[in-house]
């Protein structure tokens, strides 16, 4: 069977790195790839949500199975257009990917399939909605209710906060169409937690927990990113805590989408939070999340593209439960300077090292390019994911660590504290 996976991050490195993987698979295509993906798959220049010649490639090389990457690919209609054309897509089409697409969507659905998340309301006015914060103290966090590449979250900690973050959406328009309506919420306090679950629309499996660190900088300083690191599994969270994600989460989510008329087929990712009175839903991705996929995919002895095929299929039922590697993995994200802040950050730099990793370190590239003459060079903010197993978290963080440091280019940088809390 051809695999076509969408998307050109270290998710999408790691996924397709699952996929060659598979006896199932003859030939695994990534578009539009990264240096990495180039390795081990077939890079294809097509865009991820370039949906109608996405559709023609998949045609004119007769794809067996689509997985989506990106909320970008979900939120073109990639799924729709490509399952209208016969094709098995593992990714929910864009009705039921509105679950990551609009924060608004998301509430409304858990408020009624009684999903535990915060109190909250909707906005397209400032004056209501600094109302509304004030009332709390300014103890909320203000979310635009539109796609914002992880960036969309101003988790605030003074009325000020909360009328500056209200007014940067509202008022300021600094999020575009995104923020143009935004959700106000009460702020919660407690460890986060992500758990994945792959799902065919009626079934729900659930994947192996993970944890990831959204700031830039060590001690959870700076600017959230999309994600600086993450490990599997996380310290304190037992079989108990995944059985209620399981039960009040997430199989009420797939639910409820199913009875709207919205059946999600692909990974649904619940983020959560851990408060003194139980778990509360943050967010919902209609999507692996990354780089959890690069500390959960390496965990999974099972063969992803069975699993995929079956979701995308609905034949779920059939399949066995995963199996899971029990040691741990732990992930770090080597950055390239500034970001995430783009108008900052520079790009087209060689990067070393990559040939002299240590023993057991894998490394999912994201933003790589190959350039011809000079080798690989950055090509964006997160530039690779240092990857280590080890069967105590101690030692996959030592190793990862070790591999984020042999990674050499201008102004790279990355947290020395991902998983550290475990230890
Ligand atoms: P989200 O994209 O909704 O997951 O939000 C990004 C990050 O903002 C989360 O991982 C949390 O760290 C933080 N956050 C979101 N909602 C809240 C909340 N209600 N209270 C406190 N922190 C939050
Ligand atoms: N790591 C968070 C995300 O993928 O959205």
Redesign the pocket.
């Known amino acids: 069977m051809k695999v076509l996976v969408i998307g050109s991050g270290a998710r999408e490195h790691a996924l397709v790195w699952k996929c060659v993987q598979s006896e199932l698979v003859e030939r695994v295509y990534c578009a539009p790839g990264n240096g990495g993906t180039g390795g081990m798959a077939r890079n294809i220049p097509i865009g991820a949500a370039d949906v109608v010649r996405m559709v023609e490639f998949a045609k004119r090389e007769r794809i067996g199975l689509v997985v989506l990457g990106p909320e970008v690919a979900v939120d073109a209609g990639m799924g729709d257009a490509l399952r209208k054309a016969g094709f098995n897509v593992f990714g929910p089409n864009r009705g039921a990917g509105r679950i990551e697409s609009s924060?608004s969507f998301a509430k409304q659905l858990m408020a009624r399939a009684g999903i535990p998340t915060?109190d909250y309301a909707v906005f397209t006015d400032p004056a209501p909605a600094r109302d509304w914060a004030r009332e709390r103290g300014g103890q909320?966090?203000v979310?635009a209710d539109g796609l914002a590449r992880?960036k969309?979250?101003i988790?605030c900690a003074s009325v000020d906060e909360a009328n500056a973050a209200i007014d940067a959406m509202l008022v300021q328009s600094r999020f575009g169409r995104s923020g143009a309506t935004i959700v106000v919420?009460?702020?919660?306090?407690g460890p986060?937690l992500s758990v994945l679950a792959i799902t065919d629309g009626t079934d729900v499996l659930a994947l192996a927990p993970a944890r990831?660190f959204?700031r830039a900088h060590d001690g959870d300083r700076g600017p959230?990113t999309g994600g600086m690191g993450a490990y599997s599994p996380p310290a304190g969270i037992d079989a108990a805590v995944l059985d209620d994600v399981l039960a009040n989460v997430l199989k009420p989510a797939v639910r409820e989408l199913a009875d709207s008329g919205d059946e999600f087929r692909g990974v649904l990712y619940a983020?959560l939070?851990l408060t003194p009175s139980g778990i509360?839903t943050?967010?919902f991705n209609a999507r692996f999340g990354d780089p959890e996929a690069q500390v959960v995919l390496p965990r999974l002895e099972s063969d992803f593209v069975a699993l995929a095929l079956a979701a995308a299929k609905g034949t779920l039922a059939s399949i066995p439960d995963p199996k899971w590697d029990p040691r741990a993995a732990v992930g770090v994200v080597v950055a390239s300077a500034n970001y995430p802040d783009d108008a900052l950050m520079k790009t087209g730099f060689p990067i070393r090292g990559l040939a002299e990793m240590p023993r057991g370190v894998q490394v999912f590239h994201a933003g790589t390019r190959f350039e011809p003459g000079r080798g690989l060079v950055t090509d964006g903010g997160r530039v690779v994911t240092a990857v280590a197993l080890g069967d105590t978290v101690a030692e996959a963080r030592e190793k990862a660590l070790a591999g984020a440091r042999q990674v050499r280019f201008q102004g790279a940088f990355y947290r020395s504290d991902i998983a550290q809390e475990a230890i």
Do not use: S
């Not at 919420?185 to 306090?189: C, D, I, P, R, S």
């Open positions: 924060k915060a909320v966090a979310k992880g969309g979250v988790v919420e009460e702020k919660l306090q986060e990831d959204k959230n983020g939070m509360r943050l967010e």
